[in-house]
């Protein structure tokens, strides 16, 4: 069977289009490169070319892994206290006991002896307190003054006097018992010792009693006069 004589025409007229088209587009290219290292082209496209790509392997991430369980307490097994057996004894039987009735006689009432009477023993007396003598209150008992005549006269003396007190220690009365022999030195000493001196009241039992001191006032002009006890 012979083809159609068109279809075969076709046919060689493409095929000889398509290898027109290459052998110009080769032409275009050889072109296309000569310009471009005439003019620098291909020198900028290289040092424009873009920089190489690096490649990390990352590493696959790993799955969390759950938690261990907890550790199971150790159960500490309590000790139980031992108990020691109980040691039973077993005593003989004892024989029986007999009641014995005892019949007793009509009881004669005893009568007590009488006890002896005892006296409270009797307090004792309190101790007996000693008595005390009148006691000078030491700031009460000044030098009296001496006498501007006795003075001129150049008299001296010591008068001896006896004092009465009260239970309050105050003086009640004033005796010449011996004079200085000179009447103004012993009016002068009882004057003075009425109206300034004092005393501590005596005691007896523990309580203050009227009492009788006596005392000596001395006169002499070397000394304008002092006390003598």
Known sequence: MQRP???????????????????????????????????????RIVLEAPHLLTAEVVPQKQEEQPPPPPAKPEMVQPTVPTVPVPVIQIQPAQPPVHAVTVVQGPRVPVTPAPQPVVAPPSPAPPAPV????????AGTHTIPPYPDTARRLGQSGTVQLVIALDANGAVQSVTVQSSSGTISLDEAAVAWVREHWRYQPATRDGKPVASTVTAAVRFDLTKAGYLTR
């Open 5 to 43: 004589r068109h279809l075969i025409s076709n046919t060689a007229n493409r095929s000889t289009s398509h290898e027109a088209a290459i052998v110009g587009g080769v032409v275009v290219l050889h072109a296309f490169l000569a310009y471009a290292l005439a003019t620098g082209l291909a020198q």
């Open 130 to 137: 000693a008595p005390t003598a009148a006691r000078a209150v």
